[in-house]
């Protein structure tokens, strides 16, 4: 008999299958009582089962001995309980099949994740590649159209990455930047400027690298051989909404891999009859929806952005401009300490006061040193170095890194904004945790932003 976790596992397989096409029907319900019995899926192995993902389901009955070829039978038979095998439960049975048994020619693994991180419409097969493959790129270029019509015909839609940008930057600029304005109305001209030159220059390694791993989530795929990304299904964890995908490994015979399984899959299919997806970019039209939606929206709707931060004191000013954000509601002293506590880096400052009187002459050698830099940095923000206020005091202190945190909360764009803020740690150390190759300092001068550890700024700061 199965282990616990298996029968918790194979009872959520059968949920998603009979869930599959959105229609419960008597002969599924018998075909499930019969499961129930068999496998002994009692009440509270049913319960559990709701509370684990589709891809860990998978991933149990995969680690156990011969349990996935075993349950490839039971599982055919519940997709055709009612007489008919649907698209989406054929969808289901390729995943199963090919990461259950030796029969499948491919090498496959299953995903499950949050549909807020990352989501496109079934039957969607992105190619993804973590780093560029000249050959299998060249073999997809090459029979691109016999791909995608081979997809297109049994109701999938072939999603490659270079053909979309293609299309994009054969569209007439000053056209493409309008629509890109009509979609995002709140970007000012150099965002929109910034979105049209990334947009070009997307290649498929920076989409599934920074867009799907980095922006979305989707850590599975950070070093993805070549491969066919397939949405296979929606499904409930608990009261989330998850996404579930196939990924096929692919070489340059990638024509053949997908010939064998367009023709698995409809081998499974009970009617010579599907519904067509002919979703396809032509001309000057551009699709908005699934897919491409999602590709403009991580570009237009500046979200989870792992930003650089410019200090530019000159104008006091803290600035974040890859999400065209800035540190608004900050006064005078909440920008010099911003800017001081990214001089600090990870070291951060520790204000607590020691306890024996051994300590509290280095506490407040220390103390009266970061003062000064404050008080440096203040000025260089147009303050009286004079009159910059005293961080040593808690009273003063406190309400500053108050105010400073709830205005860097407001950026939600940015990717971690946690690491962006001021943290403390559980030895009350605070600190804020931005790589110092992201942060910079404007000059004076009309001239780009000098590193942080180049800036007249950081010397001023270390010279105190």
Known sequence: MPTRQEKISIARI?????????????????????????????????????????????????????????LLGDCRKMTTSD?????????????????????????????SLPRASFDIDIATAIYVENEFDTEINEAIRRHYRSIFKEF?????????IPKIIEHYSSTDPVLFR??????????????????????????????????????????????????????????????????DYLKIEVDTDILSTVQTFIDEFSEMLNSDVFVVNTSEERGD???????????????????????????????????????????DGMHRREKALYALMLCQGSAGINFNRPTTASEMKDYERRMKKVQRRYATIYEMFGGAKGTAPDLTKPEIRRPIIACLRR????????YNIEDYNITRDADGCFAIHVEPALVSVASLKEEPPVPLQSSQLYKNWKDC
């Open 14 to 70: 059968f949920y998603n299958l009979i869930m599959a096409d959105r229609i419960v029907d008597t002969g599924e319900m018998k075909c499930w009582h019969d499961i129930c019995r068999d496998y002994d899926l009692d009440r509270d192995i049913r319960i559990a089962a709701r509370n684990i993902s589709f891809a860990d389901a998978v991933k149990t009955i995969r680690e156990s001995v011969d349990r996935g070829a075993d």
């Open 83 to 111: 007489g008919f095998c649907a698209h989406s439960e054929a969808l289901l049975m390729m995943a199963l099949i090919a990461v259950f048994t030796s029969e499948s020619s491919v090498k496959a693994e299953v995903y």
């Open 152 to 160: 297109q015909l049994t109701g999938f839609h072939f999603v490659y």
């Open 178 to 243: 309008d629509i890109l304005t009509f979609l995002a109305p709140s970007l000012n001209d150099t965002g929109i400027d910034k979105a049209y030159r990334s947009l070009m220059g997307m290649t498929t390694g920076i989409y599934c690298k920074d867009l799907l791993c980095n922006k979305c989530g989707f850590t599975q795929l950070r070093n993805t051989p070549p491969a066919i990304l397939i949405k296979i299904g929606n499904s409930f964890v608990g009261e989330d909404r998850y996404a």
């Open 285 to 327: 039209q551009f699709h908005f929806h699934g897919f491409y939606k999602q590709l403009l929206d991580i570009f237009l709707v500046r979200r989870h952005i792992r930003s650089t931060v410019v200090i530019d004191p000159y104008h006091e000013e803290i600035l974040f401009p890859d999400i065209d954000g800035r540190a």
């Open 407 to 414: 205005c860097i909360k407001r950026l939600d764009a940015l």
